[in-house]
């Protein structure tokens, strides 16, 4: 005779997880990661920025599709990047509450994604650069996932990030010069993608069955 055994529910990987498991492993890793966007800007400046036009952004031409994946490497100067640095800090370790491999499949999702954005959008004979696309999607990504999920620690965590950085979301329309609303604009996208994915996976994951 059969026996039967009931469904073996595996825990919530990340939604409801506001903070990453390991939290000085990544900061750690978020600063390194920032620790080489300077390394780049060091370097580009030692070459009159030479790297800004070999690896940015060239919307529509195939010489500037490369810029997909070095562009947000880049950036126009110290004070671009250093405006940057701390939301990237901020986002990217946030975004790790989902461990290291979730975090890197939601960024290279929102760094192509915004990228192709760019290359197929952006105005012409212009290079694009700067990790601006990466840390709006971070910052649309951490915003919505706790409702796909239905988590309050998400949803309270979102509150707080709205309340202090909302105002970035602006940066989606067109009209600011010297600003990519396209990078931006795509980079938000396809962090509600990446939200929605992760929930679903997770929703998947929490209602397995094993038999």
Do not use: K
């Not at 290079?127 to 999920?149: D, E, P, Q």
Request: zero cysteines; proline letters at 6%; a positive charge.
């Amino acid at each position: 005779m059969a026996a039967s055994t009931p469904p073996v529910r595996t825990p919530r990987r990340s939604l409801a997880r506001v903070f990453p498991a390991a939290p000085m492993a990544a900061l750690v890793a978020m600063l390194v990661f920032t620790g080489v966007l300077y390394v780049v800007e060091f370097v580009d400046q030692l070459t009159s920025l030479r790297l800004d036009y070999e690896g940015g952004i060239l919307p529509r031409e195939v010489s500037g599709l490369d810029g997909v994946l070095f562009a947000p490497l880049l950036h126009a100067g110290w004070g671009h990047l250093i405006a940057n640095t701390l939301p990237f800090l901020i986002f990217g370790f946030l975004v790790m509450a989902g461990g290291i491999g979730q975090f890197i499949a939601v960024t290279a999702l929102i760094w192509l994604f915004s990228g192709f954005g760019v290359w197929l959008l952006g105005p012409p004979h212009t290079y694009v650069v700067g990790m601006s696309g990466v840390i709006f999607g971070w910052l649309v990504f951490l915003l919505v996932r706790g409702f796909f999920a239905r988590s309050a620690t998400q949803i309270l965590l979102a509150v707080v990030l709205f309340a202090l950085w909302g105002g970035l979301l602006f940066g989606v329309l067109p009209g600011q010069p010297g600003i990519s609303w396209q990078a931006h604009l795509f980079g938000a996208l396809a962090g509600v993608l990446a939200a929605w994915i992760v929930a679903r996976a997770d929703r998947r994951a929490a209602t397995g069955a094993v038999v």
